[in-house]
C-alpha cells in the first residue's frame, strides 16, 4: 500500500471552519427571532434595492433629470402618478425613488469618511497612549463640544452649499465619535494576553494592531456605522431643507421637502412621500443596528 493510500484524507471546508460556521449560525438564529431586526434589514435591503435599480423601474425616468409637464403639476396620488406630481408636474414616485440613490450614496459617504477618520485616530489614541492620546482626545472633545448640525451648518455655509460641501462638513462632524469609541476598545483589548504575548515575541506594533487590535473593535464599528447610516442621511435632508445640502431639481428627499412646504397643506402628498421614505430609511437602519448590536454583543442580549 503506497503512502499517499494510507495518509488521512484532507479536512473539508465544513471541518476546518466548524466552529466559525456554528457561530454564524447563533447569530442568525439570534437575529431571524427579532421581529424588528427583520423588518429593519427589509427596510434597508428594499431601499438599497431601489437605489441600484430605480431608475430603471421608474415610470417617468424623464422627470428626475429636470423634464417637467406643466399640464399636469399639483394632481394628487392616482392610478397614472401614484405619489401625484409637484408644481412642475413632475411624477413624485419617480423622484422619490430615484433620490433614494441620492440619500444613500451621501449616508455611505459620510459614515465612510468619518469611520475612516475616526477609527485609525482612535485605534493610535488607545494603543500608543500618552501625549499622543492626550493630543488626539483633546481635539476630539473639541469637536464633540460644538453641536454636530451646528458645526456642520458653519462648515457649509463657509464653503457654499451643494451635495459635496454637504458631505464633508458632515463627516467631519461624524469622526469623533468613532474616535472615542475605538479609543476605549483599543485600551481594553491591548492589555488581553494575546496582545501581551505578541509584544513578548517581538512583534511590531503595525502588525499588532492590524491582527489583532482592529479585529476586535470590528463589532462595535460595524454596529455604530449601520446606526449612523440613518442619522447621516437624515442630517443631509436636514440641510438639503434649509437649501445648504442637494439643490433643486435634484431628487433628494430634503431639497423635495424644502420646495414642497410652500404647497402645505392643500398639496399634502408632495412633502408627505419625500418625508416618508426618510422615516422608513432612518427607521430601518436603527432597527438593523439593534439587531447587529444583539449578535455581536451578547452582553445587550442579558439586560
Known amino acids: 500500500m503506497t503512502p499517499s493510500q494510507t495518509s488521512s484524507p484532507r479536512p473539508t471546508f465544513g471541518e476546518r471552519h466548524a466552529s466559525r460556521i456554528r457561530q454564524w449560525r447563533l447569530y442568525a438564529h439570534v437575529f431571524a427571532a ?8 427589509a427596510l434597508v435591503l428594499l431601499f438599497l434595492f431601489l437605489a441600484a435599480f430605480g431608475p430603471w423601474l421608474v415610470p417617468y425616468p424623464e422627470h428626475t433629470t429636470g423634464s417637467f409637464d406643466m399640464a399636469n403639476r399639483l394632481q394628487p396620488p392616482s392610478a397614472e402618478h401614484w405619489f401625484g406630481t409637484d408644481e412642475m408636474g413632475s411624477d413624485i414616485f419617480s423622484r422619490v425613488i430615484v433620490g433614494a440613490r441620492t440619500s444613500l450614496w451621501i449616508g455611505i459617504l459620510i459614515t465612510g469618511l468619518g469611520a475612516g477618520i475616526g477609527v485609525p485616530l482612535g ?72 496582545v501581551e504575548s505578541a509584544r513578548s515575541i517581538g512583534a511590531r506594533t503595525p502588525w499588532i494592531l492590524r491582527h489583532h487590535i482592529l479585529p476586535n473593535c470590528w463589532s462595535p464599528i460595524i454596529v455604530k456605522m449601520s446606526m449612523d447610516m440613518g442619522m447621516a442621511i437624515l442630517s443631509a435632508a436636514s440641510l438639503g431643507f434649509i437649501g445648504l445640502g442637494a439643490r433643486p431639481p435634484s431628487p433628494e428627499w430634503g431639497a423635495m421637502i424644502s420646495v414642497a412646504r410652500s404647497y402645505m397643506p392643500d398639496w399634502w402628498w408632495y412633502s408627505f412621500f419625500p418625508g416618508a421614505a426618510i422615516f422608513l430609511t432612518v ?13 455581536l454583543d451578547p452582553r445587550s442580549r442579558e439586560q
Open 123 to 194: 485605534i493610535i489614541a488607545g494603543y500608543k497612549g500618552g501625549l499622543t492620546r492626550a493630543v488626539i482626545m483633546r481635539v476630539t472633545e473639541l469637536f464633540l463640544s460644538v453641536p454636530g448640525l451646528a458645526l456642520a451648518l458653519a462648515i457649509v455655509a463657509a464653503l457654499g452649499p451643494g451635495i459635496t460641501n454637504c458631505v464633508l462638513a458632515l463627516a467631519i462632524v461624524w469622526w469623533p465619535g468613532y474616535v472615542r469609541l475605538v479609543e476605549a476598545k483599543t485600551l481594553s483589548v491591548k492589555e488581553e494576553l494575546f
Open 34 to 41: 427579532s421581529f424588528s431586526s427583520m423588518l429593519g434589514l
Open 283 to 295: 427607521l430601518g437602519f436603527n432597527l438593523l443596528g439593534d439587531g447587529l448590536r444583539d449578535i
